[in-house]
């Protein structure tokens, strides 16, 4: 029986997009090398006809180099020697690039900024959902950075990996959305490439409330957004509603009592912030200084030009 080996975009859409993924990946089979692969265009097709693929354009994987493309399907040669696990059985005759297989790729052939953020996405706690009035749904991390990185290591000579080590280097774990994930990129992204240089935090860490709030705050554990914990500080960004409005979160008041009792000094982002350029420098210096970090002597010569950059390929204002 021939089976489909789904890739590069198809792969990014479906696992950006199904809210059912985590548990996907926690049963499915895996394979090594693609076996009897379907190469029929018209076999291909009618998988976007219904079900999870409907309306989509394929990206197929085949070993073999110069497949031609047909109507609604895309052909990428993909090398048979890859680690153990890279593709992720969906169906008796479908399989997909698994997420490190996946964002290997994506560092091929994206943007770094983009690879970054879709390690964001691979890593964090969120999926994709058009019909959610927030645009996303919660889902179960799909993959870790030491998974990623342990991939990595078993692809010597494939392209993009170099790319990806690099991207790799600057993704964060337990991202909750994606204006979080860019906000947090910003604020990470070395001077030279158009960010802050602000040391990396922890995403949406879990906190245990002080014993004596526990009553207030009727709960046991919150979670904060950006968690500097070796400088003691709490970042808050309040534009996400549905955090705002998620059972995991306290009232700001009481939380700004429990963060205080945990010597811990909450910091706030607005949305305002973050899209007016002069307001979030502003910001930034202001945490650089609760910090105890000097502000940087030297900047690079064109920093204006990849800060802007940065900022408009990451969808904030100027």
């Known amino acids: 029986m021939e089976t489909i080996y789904l890739t590069h975009e198809t792969a990014w859409w479906y696992w950006s997009n199904a809210k059912s993924a985590a548990t996907t990946l926690a049963i499915a089979k895996r394979r090594q090398v693609m076996k009897d692969c379907a190469l029929s265009v018209p076999a291909i097709r009618a998988l976007a006809r219904s079900g999870v693929f409907a309306g989509q354009h394929l990206s197929v994987a085949t070993p073999v180099r110069g497949r031609r493309n047909g109507e609604g399907v895309t052909f990428h040669y993909c090398s048979t020697q890859l680690p153990r696990g890279s593709y992720v059985q969906l169906s008796q005759t479908v399989y997909v690039a698994s997420p490190e297989l996946s964002f290997l790729q994506a560092a091929a052939a994206q943007p770094f900024w983009e690879a970054v953020l879709y390690g964001f996405l691979l890593c964090g706690s969120f999926a994709l959902d058009a019909s959610s009035k927030w645009g996303t749904a919660p889902r179960a991390p799909l993959t870790s950075k030491k998974k990623l990185a342990a991939f990595l290591d078993q692809c010597p000579g494939q392209p993009g990996v170099k790319a990806a080590r690099k991207a790799l280097r600057y993704v964060l774990e337990g991202s909750a959305s994606p204006r979080e994930s860019k906000t947090a990129l910003l604020l990470t992204l070395p001077l030279c490439k158009g960010g802050y240089g602000i040391p ?119």
């Not at 950006?226 to 500080?233: C, M």
């Not at 899209?275 to 690079?300: C, I, S, W, Y």
Request: aromatic fraction near 8%; include cysteine.
């Open 200 to 318: 990396a935090m922890e995403l949406n860490a879990e906190l245990l409330v002080p014993e004596h709030l526990r009553g207030l705050a009727a709960r046991q554990t919150f979670r904060v957004d950006f968690l500097w914990r070796n400088y003691g500080i709490a970042g808050e960004y309040d534009s996400d509603a549905a955090h705002l409005e998620s059972e995991e979160r306290c009232s700001d008041a009481t939380k700004r009592l429990a963060l205080k009792a945990m010597s811990l000094e909450p910091f706030e982002f607005t949305k305002l912030q973050v899209d007016n350029v002069h307001r979030m420098d502003e910001t930034v210096a202001l945490l650089r200084k609760k910090m105890g970090l000097r502000f940087p002597q030297r900047l690079p010569k064109d920093y204006a030009r990849r800060q802007r950059q940065l900022r408009s390929d990451l969808g904030f204002g100027a």
